[in-house]
Structure formats: C-alpha cells, structure tokens
C-alpha cells in the first residue's frame, strides 16, 4: 500500500501525558498536512509542511502542540500535557508539487481520560 | 476567512435513488471545491473534484455542479447502493492557500 499511513490508529492516555503521533506520506509528496476532527465536524486545519519546513500555524494549534518534518518524509505530531478536550481523531493528508489534491491517512484517534 | 456551510446534515434514500448534497461558501476568490467520502474508522477519500473555470464534473455516477454567481456547489449520487453510505465532506479553497475549508458533513444512508 503507497498511500498515507499513520500510527498509532488508536491512543488512549491520560490527562497530562504526552502523546506522540507518526505521519507517512506517500512517497516524493513534499507537502504535508496535519488536520484534527471532532464528531459531527469536517476535518479542521492545524498546520503543513513544505519539504521539511513548517509553513503555516493554526490558530488551533496551541503551544501544547508541537509538529516536526525533521527530513522531509515523515511527520510527528506530538501534544504535550494532554486534556479531554485533545480528545480528536488526528488526520494526516499529503499533496504533490503545486497540485491541489490531497490525500488523508486513516487517522490516529485520542482519547484523553 | 473561508466559510462553508453544508446541507443536509443527513439523508437518508432507498437503494436506486438520487441524492443530493449542497455547499454554500462565502470567499469569492476560492477556485478549488473537492468533495470527500469518509467511512467509519477511516479517513477522507477524494471522489471527485472541480476548478472555478468549470460547470460541471460527472464520473460515473457522481457529478459535481459549480455556480460562482451564487457561490455554491451540489455533489449529485445517481442510482444509489448501500456501500455509498458514509459521510460526505465539501470543501472550498482560495487560490492563495494550499488549505481548503471543509464543511460539516453530510451523513447518507442507503437503505436497501
């Protein structure tokens, strides 16, 4: 399989642990995003790469979160001093060159106890 | 910035039938307007999408239709089947970003 995977698929923590969570893309894909989506909303926006540099924040992101492209390929996202409400699936998509078209892994879902 | 709005919330059809989802979005600049299917447990898969310089897009049995003046946009699922329910996510990206907004899902069901 050649397309985005994540791991873990499922976390389950408690609160004020950190958790760490692992993108793929799918091979040459030099943009990646990170979205998060709560039950009944569409994916939100968090933030993308370029290559390996982090080219836009949302506000969503607070400075509990931290995301690292360090080479280029892969991507982590990892929460810090985790809450209930960090309770979310976490997608991750990738994208090629200039194209629009994105592509989503199968997500990692947290739950924050 | 960008807003999308989708309905309806859910639909509910009989096998055979048409459905029909609507998004409306409010940044004229936005040229991009893919559509999404997510099954349970799974992420987003792109279906189909359309660029602000087109109408309309058909594949097979899904046709997307684009109205700039009004600022929305219509999947359209002909002859229905049970494995085309899930929920479907529009979305709508402006010309300077690489980030689309995604409306808030649309949940069909296809009763056999």
């Known amino acids: 399989d050649t397309g985005v995977s994540q791991n873990p698929r499922h976390k389950i923590t408690k609160r004020g642990q950190n958790v760490t969570f692992r993108c793929d893309p799918i091979s040459e894909h030099n943009r990646l995003y990170w979205y998060r989506q709560t039950l009944g909303q569409g994916p939100e926006f968090l933030t993308y790469?370029?290559?390996?540099?982090?080219?836009?924040k949302s506000r969503l992101l607070s400075d509990r979160f931290s995301a690292e492209r360090p080479k280029g390929s892969f991507s982590t996202l990892e929460i810090q001093r985790t809450e209930q409400g960090d309770s979310a699936m976490y997608l991750c998509a990738s994208s090629l060159g200039l194209a629009d078209t994105q592509y989503f892994g199968p997500g990692t879902r947290l739950t924050v106890l | 910035g960008e807003n999308v709005e989708q309905h309806p919330s859910t639909l509910s059809v009989q096998e055979g039938d048409s459905a029909v989802i609507k998004c409306t979005y409010s940044?004229?600049?936005?040229?991009?307007f893919p559509w999404y299917k997510q099954e349970l447990g799974k992420g987003p898969q792109l279906i189909i999408d359309i660029r602000s310089n087109v109408g309309e897009k058909k594949d097979q049995r899904i046709a997307v239709t684009l109205n700039k003046t009004a600022k929305h946009f219509s999947l359209h699922i002909t002859e229905t089947q049970p494995e085309d329910s899930a929920v479907y996510f529009c979305a709508a990206k402006s010309g300077g970003s690489y980030i689309p907004t995604f409306g808030r899902g649309t949940s069909l069901i296809v009763h056999p």
């Open positions: 790469f370029q290559n390996e540099a982090q080219l836009e």
């Open positions: 940044d004229s600049a936005s040229n991009y």
